[in-house]
């Protein structure tokens, strides 16, 4: 069974302040994705990340992938309130047609 | 924007009736899902499609039967609930699996008393 698990899986921090979020699998992922969900919302695609290594940089917001495509972290800097919700990361393939969520991270940036 | 959308929103439902919950979408995408997933938590998939005519389980044991008649629409019914089934319930959809953004639905909150 493929796992994907996030760490830390609660993280509460002061705006202004700097974050990583981990995502780590066992097993080998032809790409992964990173989504934020609001309370009550479906969740909302940051990005996609496809070749072993690639860095993707969206605003504060910084993305890699594991050289060996089984890991991948989200780094936000100057962290606002705004960021607040909960972040999912999600791999495809690895031999199966199904897309494997992760444990969740959720991240409370206070004011 | 995404073109997906759920029905109802929230259910409140006494165990052991019937229920449909309604997800559409209007991208013309092959490739439907159902998640379960309780607040704040992760998403377990419970069911997902192909295409018309095609559905798979998911990792999650469920219940719930979904089917394919059209492309843009992938109902999930539960025949008879139990408060064991209370969970959010969310549906989404992409182009092709893999490389593509999966579009999410807003969910339907059930609750069964």
């Known amino acids: 069974t493929q796992l994907l698990e996030q760490s830390p899986q609660f993280l509460s921090i002061q705006e202004g302040e700097n974050l990583t979020v981990y995502c780590n699998s066992s097993s080998v992922f032809s790409s992964l994705q990173w989504y934020r969900q609001e309370p009550g919302e479906g969740p909302v695609l940051l990005v996609t990340v496809v070749t072993g290594g690639e860095v993707k940089k969206l605003k504060r917001l910084t993305f890699q992938f594991g050289d060996a495509r089984k890991d991948s972290s989200l780094h936000i800097t100057a962290a606002q309130p705004g960021d607040t919700g909960l972040y999912l990361c999600a791999g495809a393939g690895g031999g199966t047609y199904k897309y494997i969520f992760g444990t969740g991270t959720r991240l409370k940036v206070l004011a | 924007e995404a073109d997906i959308y759920q029905t109802p929103r929230y259910l409140v439902i006494g165990t052991g009736k019937k229920i449909t919950l309604e997800c559409s979408q209007t991208?013309?995408?092959?490739?439907m899902y159902w998640y379960q997933q309780d607040p704040g938590m992760e998403l377990h998939l419970i069911h997902y499609s192909y295409g018309v005519n095609s559905t798979e389980k998911g990792d999650l044991s469920s219940e719930s039967t979904v089917s394919r008649i059209r492309t843009e629409h992938f109902p999930l019914t539960l025949e008879s609930a139990r408060p064991s089934h209370t969970s959010q319930y969310l549906c989404?959809?992409?182009?092709?699996?893999?490389?593509?953004?999966?579009?999410f639905g807003p969910g339907t909150r059930l609750t069964v008393l």
């Open positions: 989404a959809s992409s182009e092709n699996f893999g490389f593509n953004e999966q579009f």
């Open positions: 991208m013309g995408h092959d490739k």
